[in-house]
């Protein structure tokens, strides 16, 4: 069973998606089983963090733009903007899915696990990904 | 299927778990199927790495270390501690989880790949992995 | 149901497969599932990445030598020569393994995604890539 959601992104940053997984997985109505969330762009991505301290998804974000900047002088594909190549060597570095295990008929995420899409591009937009429920 | 595994870890390094969760694929008596490894924490994950020698997972920590060092003037989420940081970043860079086929009745590993729990923290103490098997 | 595909590398790149995954998909004869792909080594990995415009590969193969450069002096892993401990931590820095929705009988790529082979090592060879499909 496959479901399809749309997440709106303001633009750069990790936007929070485990309340709509885990209302996918309410309404497939597995006990146990396994939910896989794939992210259908190679410019952003998907990760597990934590969901408590925003300033740790801060300072994420900030290191791993200052180990990937832009305009770097060794990129030839720079066509789509100075923020394009970039975003594919930070898609390459993080997750284009997710496996997370269903258990007594919820996603069997730790205390402090959130779900999120990492934007890598600065522009405004809407990114798809497809959440997968097998058992 | 689910299983959770507990794995003491002594502090910071690769930590193999390839005998546990092939212990769980025999259990589940799958002749053909999938097996998924998930951790429930942000500060440690997973890999899948060389299981020979030794020397390839000492060199791997450390150009991580070197890669992610603690006390970096750019991080504001410090109160848990000058490794916590890094360590969130780290399991961003790696997987929190896996995928092998069962083929067989067994994990589907090449010759040299070995399951591991990479602990990105210092301290001693016990990560909490779900495996889950499907067919 | 799982499928072994081996694939040819000439050497170091990214070697596309999605056609040869997807021919395991059409075979399977699933009309919503999901296709996992493993890859059997510790010194090649796997990826989705444009597959459009090779500059973008060409640049995130450049970018991640630079990142791990071979000769490393802190690398005590040397016997096997001095693009395998590099090929180590590339491998563990991208995806052992990669799971993508089935729907509607075809692998639910978005437009612009290939799966690759990422070979870190020079030499050319062959890789065992393991397909599983579930439904």
């Known amino acids: ?3 399809t959601i749309s997440v709106p992104v303001p633009g750069q940053g990790l936007h929070e998606i485990t309340g709509e997984v885990s209302a996918v997985v309410r309404q497939a ?3 146990d089983g396994l939910c896989t969330v794939f992210i259908q762009h190679t ?6 963090q934590e969901n408590a301290d925003p300033s740790a998804r801060a300072d994420l974000e ?9 305009n770097d002088p060794a990129f030839t594909h720079t066509m789509e903007g100075p923020d394009d190549m970039p975003s594919h060597i930070k898609a390459a570095l993080t997750a284009a899915s997710l496996s997370i295990p269903i258990v007594e008929g919820r996603l069997a995420l730790g205390t402090w696990q959130g ?16 959440v997968n429920i097998s058992n």
């Open 29 to 31: 109505g597995v006990a």
């Open 43 to 48: 410019s952003a991505s998907l990760t597990i």
């Open 115 to 130: 779900i999120y899409v990492w934007e890598h591009r600065r522009h405004r937009g809407t990114r798809r990904v497809i």
């Open 62 to 70: 900030n290191w791993l733009n200052r180990l990937v900047p832009e």
């Open 1 to 3: 069973m496959n479901a």
